[in-house]
C-alpha cells in the first residue's frame, strides 16, 4: 500500500509466465494490435499512435520531451512535487528554455498562473504538467490546462502515471497531446512498461522537428516502424514480451470492470481510508477537492517517527506504506490504493495496523475508532 508498485493482480502473474515468443511472430503481431486498442480504451482516446514504451514511466516522460521539444524551444514546466521538478530536467537536457510555474507541494497547479505564464510567454511550445503528483497526493486539473494550452497554441505533455486506472484520464475530450503512464501504480501490472498516446497535433509536430531526435531508441518515427501498420512491421528493439503479456492482461481486466466503475471503487475505498484517519486524529496533506482517491498523504503526528512506524508496520504486519519524499520526508506517510490493492479488506487492515502500531507508541486515540468508521463509510456506499 504504497505509491506503486501496488499489488499485480494473480492473472497479470499468471499471463506473464506464458511461452515466449517472437517479437515478430503473427500471433504476438496480433496481441499487439489488442492491446494498442486497449490503451485507447484506458486513455480514453483515438489518438493511433497509442503505444506502451518498452521502458518504465520515466521513459514515457522521456519520449514525449525527446519527440516534442527541440533546442531553444521555450516550455512552461508546471512543479508542484518531484515529478513537475524532473520534467523540467527533461526540458533542460532537450536544450531548451524551461519556464517554471511553482505552487506548493500538496497544491494543485494553479490555472491562473498558468495562464499568465502563457501571456508571458507566446511563443512557448509546450505546457507540462503531472496530473497525479505522486510525491504529495495531489490532482490537477488536466482539462482546464489543456483548455488554456490550445487558446495559447501550445501543446501539453501531461503526466498520468499515477492517474491511469485510478481516477479518469479523458485523454480525447480534455484535449491532451502528449501523455505518459506507468504500469506499475492503478493498472496493478509489474513495473517497467509506459503506455503513451500522442494526438495528431502532436505527431504532425514531432513530423515537423528541425533537428533528429536525439535519442535512438524513444524516437517515435523509428519505434513505429514496430509499433505502426500492421502489415509493415519490422525489428526496432527486442520487446518485452512476457511484460507485454501481463499488460494485456492488466488491461483486459481493466475494461472487465469498466473505467467508471473502477474510478468509483478508487473513491469508495479512499473515502472509508480517509474516515478511518480521522477517526484516528490523522489529517491529510491535500486540500479536500485535489485530493487523488489512489494516493493518501497523511500528515505524521507531532512527536511520532514517521521511519520507525513503517518499519514497524512492514516488520509486525507485513505492510508497506510510502514515506514523503523531498521536504515532506518527516512530514508525511503515503498510503496507495492503487488498481487490484484499492480493496476494503486492505482499508481495514491498514486502519487497524496503524492503530495498533500508533496506541503503542502512546499516540492517545480510540480502539477500533478507525475500523468502526471505515465500516461506516462503506455501508453508506
Ligand atoms: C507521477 C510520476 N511520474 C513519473 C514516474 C516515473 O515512473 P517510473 O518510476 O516507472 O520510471 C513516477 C513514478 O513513481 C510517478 O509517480
Not at 173 to 190: I, N, P, R
Not at 213 to 235: C, E, I, P, Q
Request: hydrophobic share 45%.
Amino acid at each position: 500500500m504504497g505509491p506503486g508498485p501496488s499489488d499485480v493482480n494473480p492473472r497479470v502473474l499468471e499471463a506473464m509466465s506464458r511461452p515466449t515468443i517472437g517479437h515478430l511472430d503473427p500471433m504476438f503481431v496480433d496481441m499487439m494490435d489488442q492491446l494498442k486498442s486497449l490503451i485507447q480504451y484506458a486513455f480514453q482516446t483515438d489518438n493511433e499512435l497509442t503505444i506502451p514504451v518498452s521502458a518504465p514511466g520515466s521513459a514515457g516522460m522521456e519520449t514525449c520531451f525527446v519527440n516534442l521539444v527541440e533546442p531553444g524551444d521555450k516550455v512552461i514546466v508546471c512543479q508542484n512535487g518531484v515529478f513537475g521538478a524532473r520534467m523540467r530536467e527533461n526540458v533542460e537536457r532537450c536544450g531548451a528554455e524551461p519556464i517554471v510555474v511553482d505552487d506548493a507541494w500538496g497544491a494543485a497547479v494553479d490555472p491562473q498562473k498558468v495562464e499568465d505564464a502563457l501571456k508571458n510567454n507566446p511563443a512557448a511550445k509546450v505546457l507540462a504538467f503531472v496530473h497525479a503528483e505522486t510525491s504529495t497526493g495531489a490532482q490537477s486539473d488536466a482539462a482546464t490546462l489543456a483548455n488554456l494550452a490550445r487558446d495559447y497554441d501550445c501543446l501539453t505533455i501531461v503526466d498520468t502515471v499515477t492517474s491511469l486506472g485510478g481516477t479518469p484520464v479523458l485523454v480525447d475530450e480534455w484535449g491532451l497531446d502528449a501523455v505518459y503512464a506507468g504500469t506499475q501504480k492503478c493498472l496493478s501490472c509489474t513495473p517497467g512498461l509506459s503506455p503513451v498516446s500522442f494526438s495528431q497535433r502532436a505527431v504532425a509536430a514531432v513530423k515537423e522537428r528541425k533537428t533528429r531526435v536525439r535519442s535512438w531508441f524513444l524516437d517515435l518515427n523509428l519505434v513505429m516502424g514496430y509499433w505502426g501498420k500492421h502489415t509493415k512491421r519490422a525489428y526496432h528493439h527486442t520487446a518485452p514480451i512476457n511484460a507485454l503479456y501481463g499488460l494485456h492482461e492488466a488491461l483486459v481486466v481493466l475494461q472487465e470492470e469498466g473505467l467508471k466503475n473502477v474510478w468509483a471503487r478508487h473513491v469508495a475505498n479512499h473515502m472509508a481510508l480517509r474516515a478511518g484517519l480521522e477517526a484516528m486524529g490523522l489529517e491529510l496533506l491535500v486540500r479536500e477537492r485535489h485530493r487523488l482517491p489512489q494516493l493518501n498523504a497523511v500528515m505524521i503526528p507531532d512527536g511520532v517517527d514517521g521511519a520507525v512506524v513503517r518499519s514497524r508496520l512492514l516488520d509486525e504486519f507485513g505492510l508497506e506504506i510510502g514515506a514523503g519524499l523531498g521536504h515532506l520526508a518527516s512530514k508525511v506517510w503515503r498510503i496507495g490504493l492503487m488498481g487490484y490493492s484499492s480493496n476494503p479488506g486492505n482499508v481495514l487492515y491498514c486502519l487497524s495496523a496503524l492503530e495498533a502500531v500508533l496506541g503503542s507508541m502512546g499516540v492517545p486515540l480510540e480502539r477500533g475508532a478507525a475500523a468502526a468508521a471505515a465500516e461506516g463509510r462503506f455501508n453508506r456506499n
